[in-house]
């Protein structure tokens, strides 16, 4: 299947445990490169993350980055500082018996001393601290492989358009690669009626030998002949369409075929004859370079 390595996915989900933020990109690269930000209170899901992405993808430097914001009720405890609150009272009824002060203390003139009251944080219930840390990272792990998908679908949207482009370069190659054999055909078939004439010119020297003339004819015929690369490349083209059907990511293979078609440009220059043949090598050659370009990006 074609499907691109580069794409991006982000991701929010809130409730009034968390907000949970999940942001996914990739990249090229040859293989999976997976980069894994998380909080450090979640740092016990990092090998599951990883093997959540790795179910999906294959290729690619993917990064993934995870914010949580936890959301606690407030959960306080209200003391009273007795000690000061009875040396205040017996202050306080001494200086009414000494006609200083009238009337009785009010909740707010309370609060005018701070020594008064001792306002604390409750401790968490440990069981249900854990509970909800556990709730948070389930969350966390659905979010990633929401994001995953995201992911995956806009790798697979990408693809599609390599895919076409891959195709058209793919036809091109079939194409240009029977031009060149249709060239070296017509540069053989030259090739045999220039050695014709001189054979017919050698035949006239009595101390040539035909038989050994014959037999190194049918040599050089045999070196010029690109028949078994010209189906060696057409069989690299059908693979390639069975690689693109398949489901399987198949980027480093269309890569591993494009070698070997290189190679079959190179040693059918290197045989074919024809003065057509070296402007259509360059050509293929040329080709096969941007085909491997667009592969780079390919899962």
Do not use: Y
């Amino acid at each position: 299947m074609i499907k691109s390595m580069t794409g991006f996915a982000s991701l929010t989900q809130d409730d009034e445990t968390a907000t949970i933020a999940v942001t996914v990109r990739s990249v090229n690269h040859r293989f999976l490169d997976l980069q894994l930000r998380l909080p450090p209170s979640l740092a016990a899901l990092e090998s599951r993350i990883r093997a959540r992405v790795q179910q999906r993808l294959a290729r690619g430097r993917v990064e993934v980055s995870v914010s949580v914001q936890q959301r606690r009720a407030a959960s306080i405890d209200v003391e009273l500082n007795d000690t000061f609150l009875q040396a205040l009272g017996a202050a306080l009824d001494r200086a009414r018996e000494q006609g200083f002060i009238q009337g009785s203390m009010t909740p707010g003139d309370l609060l005018r001393f701070p020594q008064a009251l001792a306002i604390k944080d409750r401790a968490d219930d440990p069981a249900a601290a854990e509970q909800q840390a556990a709730a948070v990272a389930a969350r966390v792990e659905d979010a990633v492989s929401a994001a995953i998908e995201d992911l995956d679908a806009m790798r697979v949207r990408e693809g599609a358009f390599l895919r076409t482009e891959l195709d058209t370069r793919r036809q091109l190659l079939g194409e240009l690669f029977d031009r060149v054999a249709a060239a070296a055909d017509q540069g053989l078939e030259a090739l045999r009626v220039r050695l014709i004439e001189r054979v017919k010119e050698l035949q006239a020297d009595a101390l040539a030998d035909e038989a050994a003339i014959a037999q190194e004819i049918a040599r050089f015929v045999g070196r010029s002949d690109i028949t078994e690369e010209v189906v060696r490349f057409r069989g690299h083209l059908e693979h390639w369409q069975a690689l693109s059907d398949s489901p399987e990511p198949c980027g480093r293979k269309l890569d591993f075929l494009l070698q070997e078609m290189n190679r079959e440009v190179n040693t059918t220059g290197s045989k074919a004859e024809g003065p057509a043949v070296s402007e259509l090598i360059v050509t293929l050659k040329a080709e096969l370079e941007k085909l491997r370009e667009q592969v780079q990006n390919v899962e």
